[in-house]
């Protein structure tokens, strides 16, 4: 082997690197158009069900299944649009009218009230507070400059939103557009076999996704009945926010459960602990128990075993997996991209007895 060659394959190299980082380069710093794909992709599976039975059920022509479906959706989104926007800029100008050092005093009242209902000694606490100085070291005005913030973000959101619709009805009227995009790169003798993935994956993921608001929307109406009765304000906005953070797997259910509890908590600063918070406090607790019962034992294994035809166990190792690998988003994605894998891997690896376990009943 001359100089010559080793040069033409260090040069290669080189290039190839060049390459992979410029390519990298590219994708950060198209990051946005990428999200809104992603985001117009998930939306076409979700729509995809409803255009299908317009389409071979009502006899809709594609286009105009296509448009019905998108207004439908785009119905749902001013819905919650309507719903939200007003309580949001309530609280926002309630919040730019508080004053600070009262919602400081009150946090504190209450954090003491409780500390004196269940035996702490809060003169060691009060004493550790004062030389610690903590509380008054919490930035309180975080709040109303938190809800600024995503009120003057309303521009960029708006330009999200008109991207993922116009993407996503292209998705929806050309069910081949992505699928096509991605066979130009593909070998001519795989191409059957990856577009009989393709129509599979899409089907999986469809009723995976529609399962999923089938989810949110029970626990939703669980939630809202129960904040009703207990008398909690802006009981739906509560229940819809808790409801939809338990789209994270394991974790979210945690964070709504105590999303739930501070907001009612703190709806309530200024009123006595041990009469009205504590014992709100206690139904709050219930209800998300109730909520978490069902949502755990029924929703749930329903849709795992319906949708994406996974067990149970299976799909709680693969999720616990791309947590520890990457974070809330790996575990958001974990079931949506497990279940494509499976399906590529049955279609092209199906002789292997691991794959033929795994991709058992798909």
């Known amino acids: 082997m001359n100089s010559k060659i080793i040069a033409n394959g260090i040069l290669r190299a080189l290039a190839v690197v060049v390459g992979i980082c410029l390519v990298a380069f590219f994708l950060y710093k198209i990051q946005s158009v990428l999200v809104y794909i992603v985001i117009a992709a998930i939306t ?3 729509g995809r069900p409803i255009v299908q039975f317009l389409r071979n059920k009502l006899k809709f022509k594609n286009t105009i299944a296509v448009i019905a479906t998108m207004i439908l959706l785009i119905g749902i989104l ?6 939200f926007i007003p309580l949001i800029t309530e609280q926002s100008h309630n919040l730019e009218l508080l004053d600070i050092k009262e919602l400081q005093g009150n946090v504190e009242d209450l954090y003491l009230e409780a500390t004196s209902y269940f035996g702490i000694n809060h003169v060691d606490v009060e004493q550790s507070l004062k030389d610690s100085d ?9 709040i109303p400059n938190l809800i600024n913030s995503i009120l003057s973000g309303f521009g960029n959101f708006s ?11 292209f998705f929806l009227k050309d069910s081949q557009l992505f699928e096509g995009s ?10 059957t076999r990856l577009q009989k993935s393709f129509n599979k994956i899409k089907d999986l993921l469809s009723r995976y996704f529609v399962g999923l608001i089938f989810q949110i929307s029970i626990l939703f109406v669980i939630y809202t009945i129960g904040l009703l009765i207990i008398g909690v304000e802006n009981a739906v906005v509560i229940a819809f926010l808790c409801a939809l953070v338990n789209l994270i797997p394991y974790v979210g259910p945690l964070i709504g459960g105590a999303l739930m509890i501070i907001l009612t908590m703190t709806s309530n600063l200024g ?13 709050v607790l219930i209800i998300i128990c109730i909520g978490q019962l069902i949502d755990n034992f029924i929703s749930q294994p329903v849709i795992f075993s319906k949708s994406v035809k996974s067990h149970p166990l299976e799909i709680f190792l693969i999720i616990i997996i791309a947590g520890l690998l990457f974070g809330i988003v790996g575990m ?16 092209f690896l199906s002789d292997y007895k691991v794959v033929k376990k795994l991709t058992k009943g798909l």
């Not at 008054?136 to 005005?141: G, I, Q, R, V």
């Not at 009123?271 to 139904?283: A, Q, W």
């Open 134 to 142: 903590l509380l008054s070291k919490l930035d309180y005005a975080l």
């Open 78 to 83: 001013v819905g919650l649009f309507v719903l």
């Open 182 to 191: 991605i066979m130009s790169f593909i070998p001519e003798d795989k191409e």
């Open 44 to 46: 076409s599976l979700i």
């Open 271 to 283: 009123s006595d602990f041990s009469d009205v918070i504590l014992p709100k406090t206690m139904y």
């Open 159 to 169: 330009i999200g939103l008109f991207s993922v619709l116009f993407i996503s009805f």
């Open 332 to 347: 958001i994605v974990a079931v949506p991209a497990y279940t494509a894998i499976k399906v590529i891997l049955k279609e």
